[in-house]
């Protein structure tokens, strides 16, 4: 009955030692973890900091690549140290050095940087020579990496230009599609001289949005001149 009893006791043991065993074992893993988890949010975290300072208006956001948890990361009692490249800001995906300044070791993480921005898009399909109004424009958020030239954020700004081309519904609305003032416009030539304003009619030899400036004809003399764009139907020399 003893032998039974003491073998009952032995089991018993055994089997909260070997329970022991995987709770240390459990537990020195979600340590690691919680070591990862810190640098990748860390690294994030640096990321928007650097990001955030030449912020237009922009929305930002990362997500950094999990590190593999069979990395060893030792723990850095005076705080993980992260840098990054001044170039790399500009890129979408962004290498950053993780270091510690207690000992040697570093490490390359990385983020991937998703940027967007609200500007006017199209609402519905648009066909050339439509003049936009507000009726069919909108604001909506858009990648940035998906914009090629210049993008507009105010409706207004673009009230009264015309397409150039056929888009289709939700496109953002770039500089190169549109033009305020399109070649063979007849406009008005507006000459301004110490504060007096002087008025002809012109041709536009060239497209042009508000503040670009173009080739245009003053249709009296027939000579050429560069004017800046001011509306759609005038346009603006300085003497």
């Known amino acids: 009955m003893m032998k039974k009893r003491n073998f009952?006791?032995?089991?018993?043991?055994?089997?909260?030692?070997?329970?022991?065993?995987?709770?240390?074992?459990?537990?020195?893993?979600?340590?690691?973890q919680s070591v990862h988890e810190k640098v990748e949010q860390g690294a994030k975290q640096f990321l928007l900091s650097q990001l955030a300072v030449a912020n237009d208006n922009t929305d930002i956001d990362v997500e950094v690549v999990a590190i593999d948890e069979r990395i060893n990361i030792p723990e850095c009692p005076t705080g993980f140290q992260y840098n990054v490249s001044d170039e790399a800001l500009s890129q979408s995906y962004i290498s950053v050095r993780v270091s510690c300044g207690d000992?040697?070791?570093?490490?390359?993480?990385?983020?991937?940087?998703?940027?967007?921005?609200e500007i006017v898009v199209t609402q519905g399909a648009i066909s050339p020579g439509t003049v936009l109004t507000s009726t069919n424009l909108t604001l909506a958020k858009v990648d940035v990496r998906r914009l090629r030239y210049t993008a507009f954020t105010d409706i207004s700004d673009l009230v009264g230009a015309r397409m150039k081309r056929r888009i289709?519904?939700?496109?953002?609305?770039?500089?190169?599609?549109l033009c305020f003032v399109c070649?063979?416009?007849?406009?008005?030539?507006?000459?301004?001289?110490?504060?007096?304003?002087?008025k002809t009619a012109g041709i536009a030899q060239q497209d042009g949005v508000v503040g670009d400036n173009i080739k245009v004809i003053n249709a009296s003399s027939q000579?050429?001149?560069?004017a800046r764009v001011a509306s759609?139907?005038?346009?603006?020399?300085?003497l």
């Open 8 to 32: 009952t006791i032995r089991k018993a043991l055994a089997k909260c030692i070997a329970y022991m065993a995987l709770s240390s074992a459990a537990f020195a893993s979600l340590a690691a």
């Open 103 to 117: 000992n040697d070791w570093y490490l390359f993480t990385s983020g991937q940087v998703t940027r967007t921005k």
């Open 168 to 177: 289709t519904d939700g496109q953002a609305i770039q500089a190169n599609m």
């Open 183 to 198: 070649k063979g416009d007849r406009i008005t030539i507006t000459a301004e001289i110490s504060g007096m304003e002087v």
């Open 223 to 226: 000579k050429a001149v560069i």
């Open 232 to 238: 759609p139907e005038e346009v603006v020399i300085h």
